[in-house]
């Protein structure tokens, strides 16, 4: 029998992961299609943050306010299922359950979102880039790793403001706690670099047909990948296998052994499917997005 999950840590990344959009790619859909062209136009040439930050100063220019950015951002999509997965294990009775956000997006997109469905109190820390309010209205956001500062260094190409991997890293260090087990949830090519410092008894929950999927596939056993690999494309699916992990109590439920079966889905690699074309929502996605993905 293997060891009872005392402690676990829950890992998200934030756009296409806990939200079912990409918050930085939706202000401007919403808001100005024109400036979201511009961004896409150049996103091949700029960091992508840099873009962000001036597309919101645009933004400003042209009239947009504070009250219309908080306001797209509320009618953000967000699966009720993720919402009642992540309430469902928090409150759980055991194990004891952290969450920490790691996340390319930005503090007052991921604060707004998150009061706007009661998750507020969720996650123990949010590491991403920092934005603020000026009087003016201008939301002024800039990297999590200051350009005129110390860089990361990252050997499996993170992006430039952020490392979540190293970020990982100093979130444990900060706890000072040994987590039996991690699971990270994650979509975007730099969701990579914390995966692979995962453990054989920790969990990844890739989303279908985005970027970590194609790296998992790709540079996943040669860089040494070691935690189990869940697939999933619907918020759905992550609340059911957060229902079915071993050692997870509900309130008023009695525990589940933590048996490990060789012959359990739910600790079995899983080789992902072929890279297509899919359907959620409103939101028709291609291969495209796997480049585009955070």
């Known amino acids: 029998m293997s060891k009872q999950v005392e402690k676990q840590l829950i890992v998200f990344d934030f756009d296409w992961s806990l939200a079912d959009q990409d918050s930085d790619r939706w202000i401007f859909e919403v808001l100005a299609p024109e400036i979201r062209r511009k961004i896409k136009n150049k996103s091949s040439e700029y960091y992508w943050t840099d873009l962000v930050a001036e597309g919101l100063r645009e933004l400003h220019e042209q009239g947009g306010t504070r009250e219309e950015i908080e306001g797209a951002l509320r009618i953000m999509p967000f699966h009720p299922a993720m919402i009642r997965g992540v309430k469902t294990l928090k409150a759980a009775e055991k194990p004891q359950t952290t969450f920490l956000c790691l996340s390319s997006a930005n503090s007052v997109f991921i604060s707004t979102i998150l009061e706007s469905k009661g998750l507020q109190d969720l996650f123990t820390e949010i590491v991403t880039n920092p934005a603020e309010w000026d009087p003016s209205g201008l939301l002024k956001l800039r990297r999590h790793v200051d350009p005129n500062g110390p860089q990361h260094n990252c050997p499996v190409n993170c992006s430039v403001n952020i490392c979540k991997g190293e970020e990982l890293d100093a979130f444990l260090k900060r706890q000072d706690t040994v987590y039996d087990r991690i699971i990270y949830v994650g979509d975007g090519s730099n969701d990579f670099c914390p995966v692979l410092r995962l453990r054989s008894q920790d969990m990844v929950l890739c989303r279908r047909y985005r970027g970590l999927e194609h790296r998992i596939a790709e540079e996943g056993e040669r860089a040494g990948l070691k935690c189990q690999v869940r697939y999933w494309a619907g918020a759905w699916e992550v609340e059911e296998i957060f229902k079915q992990l071993p050692g997870v109590v509900e309130s008023g439920q009695r525990a589940t052994p ?37």
């Open 258 to 294: 933590y048996v490990r079966d060789a012959n359990d889905p739910a600790f079995v690699w899983q080789e992902p499917g072929p890279l297509k074309a899919y359907n959620v929502g409103i939101v028709n996605h291609t291969v495209e997005s796997l480049y585009e993905a955070d």
